[in-house]
């Protein structure tokens, strides 16, 4: 058939182009005369009814597209099982995904929910439009990651840990950081949250890492599934990011919202730093076995899209509207990445924990030590005997490393704010909320707590802010408990009974599993409870020995 | 295998079964108490996704609004239940059937529009007809697309994944709807001299017979219980206001004005609506017969049909001058009138609630 003579083209009539299309759907929203809409999600910012241009799509396009995309997701999953994909896929890897897709579903849908609370703000009907079919989107994240983790969990050669994913979720170490990071998208002021943190900052900025380095390093490690799902995920995010600019755009016309918009842009960039550099980075870095030292390191990845492409083209621009960006604290968190070594003292963090996790971390030797000086030069220096003390450790039967007092390591403070540890020991601050101390990991984490999530700020009353609630200190929970009761409790047992579902290595033998019997006799304990009841003087004492640091010995 | 570790001597491969060991075999998800015999892929893919302190939360929320109401509380709806977490979605929607079926009604939609205008068959619709179209089903689509923004607000709310998720799907169809209504009018407006696409939205914020419905919509757009809006929309409005015109009306007249293309499109919108009702009579039915608050919820919910049942009886009534307007008459009103009514008796007595009382 000639090009010319196609199908559309003989039965073709006239349709109507997609801009009317959009244009009659957003014509499909009125002011209501008789009972108003109930403004339940508060906002402090004032939103101006401008409608700004936002992206045009319609339903009966986008169905179809996704359901395209779709079948290119689930045909691929198919074809990885024929393909014998886990016969070579490196359980390295794989272990650290029980992690991630425990994590995920829950930020995904909570930004579903989170359209609901700008849904009612939207300047514009076409806008509001967009936050519709985003919402649709995010069910379909949150979802199509369940089904991906579902798969893993029938395919890989050990299934616990995906076996009690939600369960795991609401009770480990290290989602309590990932709820976080949710749980941001939700509460407290609606522009704050599903605007600014989760929007303008979350998905415009660190999606790329989180769903783009994430699948490439998943293909080096021989996993073609988990690409194929969030490079899909991914391609949703750009109509996203329009939906935020749109919005952001109406926010930042009105000078009155700026101080409100320096804080949320501060606030946000720095918790998303702190919590998916901390995660990301370590899945990324520390879950693969590749070390081609020709591929880019999370460090240079970071460089080319948190700080080329949003720090210059995204975030610079909005200073001619007049708002102040906070540049110090994006020079800070590269340097907590270059220079402090942020991501691998979390990798270490983790792998210190490891008895509370709910998979396994296998020990890093010398083929990757030497990928991580040529990266990250100065790494094994700082790193190489804690690693060598892991493996030595990782032998059942060993004193586990959390409480083997020969190796050094000094178990950290938690963050009260982005709630990853204390882990750059030199920048650890302290704070009073309410008379109460608290701890944490940077001076802009302790300004996050004390200042961002109050109810004033900077003179100026911003009663729809969120607070910090709950039992922020996952240690707290399991103050002055046994180790091998904690992990009971947390679920994190095996079916006989005995073994643990974490192990610090990977070996499928039961006869070199871990079981209860090895970590009892161990008293966990609260870094908080201890520091608050410390006096003064003690107190002073501890927290500049903390800031020294602490040196692991040499194994013997 | 890891290059990085001395392989076991009988594990040479990462896939299921390649080595025994304790939970080697532990393939499914084992943390929730399935519905039936075995859990169904939908409760693999939603339950305890949202968290909660009285399952696994063990940190509890750890942000509150200013307030100190946490990210989800039970007391956003005056409706109790025992456990929420007992509800699952009849339709047992995840993203990929919910993809498959909507990317299905757009195909056939799309089909029929295309075939019927081809065949030339708008220009044959009967000119009152075309009218009808143009002035009455223009501005029901603004009704549906209410319904749309109300349950896309009801899904920030519930307790559960469950109920928030079968909301939300609920939000996705009606905005569908809303939105096909107003794309088939536009195209059909292309086959038509005179088709003032403009005239619904006039219609339904001015003439006298839709300010019912819209005070309706607008009541429960209002609404700051998320499940009072999901009960007035799916046990009330739907039943009493919307099929009444979709089925009661469209459907039934529309063939004899020569429009077979219109009850298609609309068609759509009844096999959603069950599947919508589905969800919400299984949600309702359980609250009226939790164990501890089965009182306390059938007197809520009587509350909430004396107030939305008398705006929508309003909202109907009020509808009635358009089963005129037709030239060929084929329908009366009075008996889609009472169709309806026993469409609700029906639903009533499948939740468990008299709702005699609004019909009368
Ligand atoms: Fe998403
Ligand atoms: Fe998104
Ligand atoms: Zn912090």
């Known amino acids: 058939m000639p ?11 006239k349709g109507m182009s997609i801009g009317e299309a959009a244009r009659r759907v957003a014509d499909l929203g009125w002011t209501p005369s ?69 994590i995920i579903p829950f930020p995904e849908i909570s930004a579903a929910r989170s359209m609901a609370m700008v849904g009612r703000l939207a300047p514009g009907e076409e806008l509001r439009t967009g936050f519709t079919m985003q919402m649709v989107d995010e069910f379909r994240h949150s979802t199509i990651q369940m089904n991906l983790k579902k798969w893993y969990m029938e395919n890989y050669i050990d299934p616990a840990g995906f076996d009690i994913t939600e369960a795991a979720f609401g009770k480990c170490y290290a989602t309590t950081i990932g709820r976080q990071f949710a749980e941001g998208f939700v509460t407290g002021d609606a522009i704050t949250a599903a605007n600014v943190y989760l929007t303008v900052v979350a998905e415009t900025a660190f999606t790329n890492t989180l769903f783009v380095a994430m699948p490439s390093e998943a293909a080096r490690n021989g996993d073609y599934a988990l690409p194929t799902v969030f490079l899909s995920v991914q391609s949703d995010e750009s109509r996203h990011v329009g939906n935020g600019h749109s919005m952001l755009m109406s926010i930042i016309q009105d000078p009155d919202n700026h101080l409100l918009l320096e ?77 402090k070594n942020y991501i691998h003292k979390t990798a270490q963090f983790f792998s210190v ?107 100026r009353a911003t009663p729809a802010m969120g607070r910090f609630s709950g039992r922020r200190e996952w240690e707290d929970c399991y103050h002055g408990w046994d180790l091998a009761d904690a992990i009971t409790d947390l679920g994190f047992v095996r079916s006989d009974g005995k073994t643990l579902v974490p192990q610090p290595h990977l070996h499928f033998d039961d006869s070199k599993m871990w079981t209860l019997d090895n970590v009892r006799g161990n008293t966990l304990g609260s870094p908080l409870r201890a520091i608050r009841e410390m006096t003064p003087e003690a107190r002073e004492k501890h927290i500049a020995e903390y800031r020294a640091g602490f040196t692991v010995n040499v194994p013997n | ?89 009849v339709d047992q929607e995840w993203e990929r059937t919910h993809y498959q079926r909507q990317s299905t009604i757009v195909g056939m939609i799309a089909n029929v529009v295309e075939n019927g205008r081809r065949s030339g068959a708008v220009t044959r619709f009967d000119p009152a007809w075309v009218r009808v179209l143009q002035n009455h089903l223009g501005a029901y689509k603004h009704a549906e697309f209410g319904l749309g923004m109300a349950t896309m607000q009801a899904q920030r709310y519930g307790y559960t994944q469950m109920v928030n998720n079968a909301i939300l799907t609920n939000s996705s169809y009606k905005l569908r709807f809303a939105q096909d209504l107003t794309l088939y009018l536009g195209e059909i407006a292309m086959d038509l001299e005179n088709f003032d696409q403009d005239a619904g939205k006039q ?97 809520l919910f009587n509350h909430w049909l004396e107030k939305h049942g008398a705006l929508a009886q309003n909202a109907a009534s009020q509808l009635q001058p358009i089963w005129s307007e037709p030239r060929v008459k084929i329908a009366q009103f009075t008996d889609a009138i009472e169709q309806q009514k026993n469409r609700m008796r029906a639903i009533g007595s499948e939740i468990g609630l008299d709702v005699r009382s609004i019909l009368d």
């Open chain 2, 1 to 89: 295998m890891s290059a990085t570790q001395e392989p076991d001597a009988a594990t040479t491969s990462a896939a299921a079964g390649a080595a025994k060991f304790a939970g080697s075999d532990s393939r499914k998800f084992n943390y929730f108490q399935p519905k039936g015999r075995r859990a169904s892929h939908y409760e693999d893919m939603t339950v305890d996704v949202q968290p909660d302190p009285k399952r696994y939360l063990m940190q509890d929320w750890i942000i509150s609004f200013a307030d100190g109401q946490p990210a989800y509380n039970e007391n956003w709806t005056a409706a109790k239940s025992t456990d929420w977490h007992q509800f699952r979605a």
């Open chain 1, 263 to 339: 804080r949320d842009l501060k606030y946000a960039f720095w918790q998303n730093h702190a919590i998916v550099d901390a995660a990301v980075g370590t899945l990324v870095e520390y879950g693969t076995t590749n070390r081609d030292k020709n591929k880019e390191s999370y460090a240079e990845l970071w460089h080319r899209w948190i700080y080329e492409d949003y720090y210059r083209t995204y975030m610079l621009p909005l200073e001619k509207y007049g708002v102040k960006i906070h540049h110090d604290d994006v020079n800070a968190a590269w340097d907590r990445i270059v220079k």
């Open chain 1, 34 to 102: 008789y009972v108003q809409e109930a403004m339940t999600f508060p906002t402090d910012y004032k939103i101006k009814k401008v409608p700004r241009d936002p992206m045009k799509q319609v339903l009966r396009s986008y169905f179809p597209m996704q359901e395209e995309k779709d079948n290119r997701v689930y045909g691929a999953l198919d074809a990885a099982l024929r393909g014998d994909m886990f016969r070579n896929v490196q359980p390295r890897w794989v272990e650290w995904m029980k992690l991630f897709l425990a």
């Open chain 1, 353 to 459: 924990g490891w008895p509370v996790a709910f998979w396994r971390q296998e020990a890093q030797t010398e083929k990757d030590f030497e990928w991580f000086e040529h990266k990250y030069p100065g790494w094994y220096a700082e790193f190489g005997n804690y690693w060598q003390w892991y493996a030595k450790l990782s032998k059942k039967g060993e004193k586990n490393i959390l409480f083997n007092q020969d190796v050094g390591y000094v178990y950290p403070h938690r963050c009260w704010s982005c709630l990853v540890p204390c882990l750059i020991r030199e920048d650890m601050c302290t704070g009073e909320v309410d008379g109460k101390l608290y701890t944490y990991c940077s001076t802009v984490c302790r300004w996050t707590h004390t200042t961002a999530f109050a109810a004033e700020y900077e003179g």
């Open chain 2, 203 to 299: 219609h339904w914020m001015d003439d006298p017979v839709w300010q019912g419905v819209r005070q309706s919509i607008e009541t429960i757009g209002g609404c700051t219980d998320y499940l009072e809006q999901y009960f007035a929309v799916n046990v009330i409005f739907e039943p009493m206001v919307a099929e009444l015109f979709r089925s009661g009306f469209v459907m039934r007249v529309a063939a004899s004005q020569n429009d077979f293309m219109t009850p298609a499109v609309v068609s759509a919108a009844e096999g959603d609506y069950e599947r919508n009702l589905a969800n919400t009579v299984e949600l309702f039915h359980m609250l009226v017969l939790d164990e501890n608050h089965g009182a306390h919820n059938r007197a």
């Open chain 1, 3 to 13: 090009d010319s003579l196609s199908l559309t083209k003989i039965t073709g009539q």
